[in-house]
């Protein structure tokens, strides 16, 4: 009887397996997973048509506290690639190289290389348009080793995409530089590249963690440097609560204001074509708004 139900078990997972991980069957595609949206992003605009690419957070879920479940692994371990962000960003990362250890997959660590403060205590490095240049050069790299028959097609959307980051880069300088305020109160401590990059300055109601909570003192401290310093605006994230940063615009009187981290996308977001590109100048005309 054990023996049966032996083999039963591992006939159903034989099943499982199988229908999770049947991307191959159909696809001749290199098969390339993210670990987040951000770098889902990236990856499609560098891999155009010529690789299957799949984001593994579902869409409007804040990528920090996810975990993989049976059917991703299953998915993954029919991979040819993971990209992922590295500093802490995927706390599920080792979980999941141990348990896909002997399979073809490759992990590819996308921070590495990248202009890393010092500290290395916020993985938001994407948020500063020229480490994504160094990013892009990374996934470029992995998909022509793995597809040298379209390493001519990748080197294209590299340029075009780089050329983008580019003008980017210079509309954040040109309209940063021209503001007289450059202090801003964030709900969430993932803005160092984005301030370093652009002689901004943050202040967070919440630390690395979005779901963290502020004390008692530190919230009456951050009503008194509002109000010190005449902030007009806190700026919120879509996907995490806004309750803290709704109560801190309550005691002050400074109006609410999205600014996206780029973590994910809610799906309306995605309905809309939004990418990184059209987010992050979305953010530099909130950021202008709040500090004219």
């Known amino acids: 009887m054990k023996r049966l139900l032996l083999i039963l078990l591992l006939s159903l997972v034989t099943i499982i397996m ?4 049947s991307n191959k069957a159909v696809s001749e595609k290199p098969q390339i997973y993210t670990s987040f949206y951000a770098l889902y992003d990236f990856t ?23 975990e993989p479940t049976v059917q991703d692994m299953a998915k993954l371990n029919d991979g040819d690639i993971l990209f992922y962000n590295g500093l802490g960003m995927e706390s599920w ?24 403060d010092e500290n290395g205590t916020d993985p938001h490095i994407w948020l500063d348009p020229n480490n994504v240049k160094i990013m892009c050069k990374t996934i470029l790299d992995s998909l022509c080793e793995i597809d040298p028959d379209n390493k001519t097609v990748y080197e294209l959307n590299y ?6 980051l580019d003008s980017l880069d210079k509309s954040y300088r040109e309209a940063i530089s021209a ?15 984005l301030c370093n990059a652009y002689g901004l300055k943050q202040t967070s109601i919440n630390g690395i963690s979005a779901d963290s ?19 007009k605006y806190i700026f919120y994230e879509e996907l995490v609560t806004q309750k803290t940063a709704e109560i801190l615009s309550q005691e002050t009187g400074a ?11 809610t799906n309306e977001e995605m309905e809309k074509g939004e990418n990184y590109i059209s987010i992050m100048y979305k953010n530099l005309e909130n950021i202008k708004t709040a500090l004219s």
Do not use: Q, R
Not at 18 to 21: D, F, H, I, L, R
Not at 159 to 164: I, M, P, S
């Open 93 to 116: 990362i080792d979980k999941v190289k141990s348990s896909l250890e002997g399979s073809n997959v490759s992990f590819v660590e996308l921070s590495l290389g990248a202009a890393v």
């Open 179 to 193: 503001l007289p305020n450059k202090s801003i109160v964030v709900s969430h401590e993932a803005y160092s590249y």
């Open 159 to 164: 340029n075009n995409y780089t050329a983008a």
């Open 44 to 66: 499609k605009e560098i891999a155009g048509n010529n690789a299957d690419v799949y984001n593994i957070v579902p869409a409007g879920t804040e990528p920090h506290d996810w």
């Open 213 to 231: 909570e502020p004390s008692p003192d530190k919230m009456k401290d951050l009503i008194n440097f509002v109000k010190e310093n005449n902030i």
């Open 255 to 265: 109006k609410l204001l999205p600014l996206n981290p780029f973590e994910g996308l």
């Open 18 to 21: 199988a229908g999770c991980s």
